[in-house]
């Protein structure tokens, strides 16, 4: 089957190639001391080397800050101190959160040459578990959109097809994860933006409760959460990305050590709320037929699968309202710098402005409405006894990389650039955690992703689920650019 993955390869000589070997498995190599951190890095600079031109997923590449962090993890590891989760792993940071003297654009040429001084929350949580940062990843115009461009770096590339799109905003993260560039990857997510590539490029992607990774942002509307070719890996990954801090606004007591070792959940008599378009959401066909076979499988796991699904078509507007408030921010740069900011995002940036204080208090009132209308669906708590609630990760499949944004989906036209990613964004409004896993191919070998909704902070829960589910299905990605 297309994409199934079993785990680690050898390459042309003979030898495993370490660029597609699971995360977890690399982590143990690391910290037994059967493989180096340089090795490891060396053998991701080359591949970078080699595919990155052609995908266009990392766009700031810093081999020589890598080396010397590789190099202090090996000799931290030979002097037998305490090594973190994440010890000796790779990464490439969205290039949307800052990285202390690593070139940070947001995506945008207005800051084409900003170099911060400091890190990003999660990005100094990454260090200190170890992870060694090699550069960025592509990202749009500050996150905006789901199609990953910029004036600055250009277009990235879906590694399943190159003439298609990754998805975003974090897909260049994506991107690099499925062509092998990278063991995992850090997304943010404001509509969609880690859901969406993750299906895109047939790959696990995590929107994690607010407050699970730490955020300068005190704005439960944007999260960051993992990327991975598996549950078990991004469960990895985000050991190494969240961590409480009392100074940081949304912290939450999750341990980093819960997500360590993932197990799968045993899914028998798991009640599944089953959506193919959460009531009223155009969804192409070949979607749905993809999904179809996700169900049966969810079934097959001793599931109790019943359609059924939250009333959330008010959501779609307090989205719109409360994502055009978060824009209203770079106001002062579309006064200065109004010709370096592409169209939709000029949009965006005026809705936010226009709108009144009634505007905002009616999206707050109705966001705490939403969010306890999906409290009531689902979990313990909830009267319909729901655990999980399932529906698509994305209302379409990959289109061309030429193409800015979905304007009609089965013939309904979509108003705006981000109103064809409502399967997503509505899920946003409510806050509660949801992951994208890969759920098969169309017959033209394009990924389509499963999104499953979890009660608030379920967020063990929902990979253990995930982990149970790829591993009945084996949709699991192996890499899809080969040398």
Not at 189 to 207: Q, T
Not at 377 to 393: M, Q, R, Y
Request: charged residues 20%; aromatic residues 6%.
């Amino acid at each position: 089957m297309p994409g199934c993955w079993t785990g680690a390869e050898l390459d042309h000589n003979g030898r495993m190639d370490l660029c597609v070997t699971p995360a977890v498995d690399l982590a143990r190599m690391l910290r037994s001391r059967e493989l180096s951190a340089r090795e490891l890095l060396t053998a991701f600079l080359d591949r970078i080397d080699r595919i990155n031109p052609e995908i266009n997923a990392i766009v700031t590449l810093a081999p020589e800050q890598a080396l010397a962090a590789a190099a202090a993890a090996d000799d931290a590891a030979a002097g037998g101190a305490r090594l973190g989760p994440l010890h000796g792993l790779p990464i490439a940071i969205k290039d949307l959160a800052e990285t202390a003297g690593l070139r940070t654009t947001f995506g945008s040429p207005i800051f084409a040459a900003n170099v911060p001084v400091r890190d990003a929350a999660y990005v100094a949580n990454l260090r200190r578990a170890g992870a060694i940062v090699l550069g960025k990843t592509n990202t749009p115009e500050f996150g905006a959109g789901s199609q990953t461009f910029n004036p600055i770096f250009g277009a990235t590339r879906n590694p399943h097809d190159r003439t298609l799109t990754p998805g975003g905003s974090s897909g260049g993260a994506a991107a690099a994860v499925a062509a092998g560039l990278l063991p995992f990857a850090d997304g943010s997510d404001l509509a969609a933006s880690v859901r969406n590539p993750a299906a895109f490029c047939n790959l696990v992607g995590l929107r994690t409760t607010p407050g699970l990774v730490p955020d300068d942002l005190f704005n439960p509307l944007s999260v960051v959460g993992p990327i991975a070719r598996t549950p078990a890996d991004a469960a990895l990954l985000l050991a190494g990305l969240c961590g409480q801090d009392a100074g940081l606004p949304l912290s939450r007591p999750d341990r980093p050590a819960d997500f360590l070792d993932l197990r799968p959940a045993d899914l028998r008599g798991l009640r599944v709320a089953w959506t193919p378009d959460l009531g009223d959401l155009a969804v192409e066909p070949a979607v749905t037929t993809v999904l179809d076979r996700a169900r049966a499988a969810l079934e097959d796991l001793g599931c109790e699968v019943v359609e059924d699904a939250p009333e959330l078509s008010d959501a779609d507007e307090v989205f719109q309202v409360l994502r055009a408030q978060l824009m209203a921010a770079l106001g002062p740069l579309l006064k200065s710098s109004r010709d370096q900011i592409k169209e939709t995002l000029v949009w965006n940036i005026e809705k936010g402005l226009a709108l009144t204080g009634a505007d905002l208090a009616t999206a707050l009132t109705q966001r705490t409405e939403i969010f306890q209308r999906m409290r009531a669906f689902l979990g313990s708590a909830g009267a319909s006894g729901f655990d999980v609630l399932a529906l698509p990760t994305v209302q379409v499949t990959p289109f061309s990389v030429d193409v800015e944004w979905v304007r009609e989906i089965n013939g309904v036209p979509q108003a705006t650039y981000i109103d064809w990613m409502r399967s997503c964004s509505r899920i946003t409004v409510t806050a509660h955690p949801a992951i994208s896993v890969p759920a098969g191919f169309t017959p033209e070998g394009l990924p389509v992703g499963l999104q499953l909704v979890g009660p608030y902070g379920s967020d063990l829960r929902l990979l253990q689920i995930a982990q149970a589910f790829t591993d009945q299905t084996r949709q699991v990605v192996r890499p899809a650019s080969r040398p």
